[in-house]
T-cell receptor
Framework: DAGITQSPRHKVTETGTPVTLRCHQT?????MYWYRQDPGHGLRLIHY???????DKGEVSDGYSVSRSKTEDFLLTLESATSSQTSVYFC????????????????FGPGTRLTVL | GNSVTQMEGPVTLSEEAFLTINCTYT??????LFWYVQYPGEGLQLLLK?????DKGSNKGFEATYRKETTSFHLEKGSVQVSDSAVYFC?????????????FGKGTHLIIQP
C-alpha cells in the first residue's frame, strides 16, 4: 500500500468554523490531489498540486484552499465550513516519470469523514 | 469535457455468479482507463488499468478490455465471492498523465449473497 495518511479521520464541526485536513505521504511523490466523495456523484477533484507551492484548482474548488509547503504534506482548508461541505474527503498521490510528468495511476488515502452541522 | 457513465446499482448477485459492470466514457484525446474498488469504510484501491486501445487489464480474477470503438471498459469476473462486495468505480485520465486528476463514474455498489 502507498504510504498515505490523512488526519483527522473523522471530524464534526459547526457552520462557519475553519477546518484544515491534512494529507501526509512517505513516498516522495510529486503530485498530490484532494477529492470529495458524495452519494450520486462519485469522486470529484477539489485541488491538486504538482510540486511544493505549486497548486491548481479542480472541478469543485469553490470554498476550499490548499497549501503545500513540503513535498510530503498537502493541506486542505475550509475557511468557513458550510453544510454543503459535509462529505468524505480523499487524498491521492501519483508518481512522476523521469521527465517530471505525472504518471496516470493515483493511490488513495483512507479518507476523512467531515460533518458540518 | 470528460465523463464516465456506469450503472449505480445496487447490483445483487449470488456467490459464483458471473459479473459484468458496464462503463462507457467520453473523453478528448486518448485516455487511460481504470477500475478502482472501495470496501466499506476504506479508501479506493486500484483494481486494474489499461492505457491504450485493446489493452486488457486484469487483477484478482477481474478483467476489463479497453474498447475504443465503443468507448467502453466493462468490468467482468467469472465467479464472484462474498468478499467481492464493495463499490466499484470506473475512471479515466487524460491530459498527458493525470496531472489534473481522474474523472470518475458515480460508482456501482455490488452485493454478493452467499
Amino acid at each position: 500500500d502507498a504510504g498515505i495518511t490523512q488526519s483527522p479521520r473523522h471530524k464534526v464541526t459547526e457552520t462557519g468554523t475553519p477546518v484544515t485536513l491534512r494529507c501526509h505521504q512517505t513516498e516522495n511523490h510529486r503530485y498530490m490531489y484532494w477529492y470529495r466523495q458524495d452519494p450520486g456523484h462519485g469522486l470529484r477533484l477539489i485541488h491538486y498540486s504538482y510540486g511544493v507551492k505549486d497548486t491548481d484548482k479542480g472541478e469543485v474548488s469553490d470554498g476550499y484552499s490548499v497549501s503545500r509547503s513540503k513535498t510530503e504534506d498537502f493541506l486542505l482548508t475550509l475557511e468557513s465550513a458550510t453544510s454543503s461541505q459535509t462529505s468524505v474527503y480523499f487524498c491521492a498521490i501519483s508518481e512522476s516519470t523521469a521527465g517530471g510528468r505525472s504518471t496516470d495511476t493515483q493511490y488513495f488515502g483512507p479518507g476523512t469523514r467531515l460533518t458540518v452541522l | 469535457g470528460n465523463s464516465v457513465t456506469q450503472m449505480e446499482g445496487p447490483v445483487t448477485l449470488s456467490e459464483e455468479a458471473f459479473l459484468t459492470i458496464n462503463c462507457t466514457y467520453t473523453a478528448t484525446g486518448y485516455p487511460s482507463l481504470f477500475w478502482y474498488v472501495q470496501y466499506p469504510g476504506e479508501g479506493l484501491q486500484l483494481l486494474l488499468k489499461a492505457t491504450k486501445a485493446d489493452d486488457k487489464g486484469s487483477n484478482k480474477g477481474f478483467e476489463a478490455t479497453y474498447r475504443k470503438e465503443t468507448t467502453s471498459f466493462h468490468l467482468e469476473k467469472g465467479s464472484v465471492q462474498v468478499s467481492d462486495s464493495a463499490v466499484y468505480f470506473c475512471a479515466l485520465s487524460t491530459s498527458g498523465g493525470g496531472a489534473d486528476g481522474l474523472t470518475f463514474g458515480k460508482g456501482t455498489h455490488l452485493i454478493i449473497q452467499p
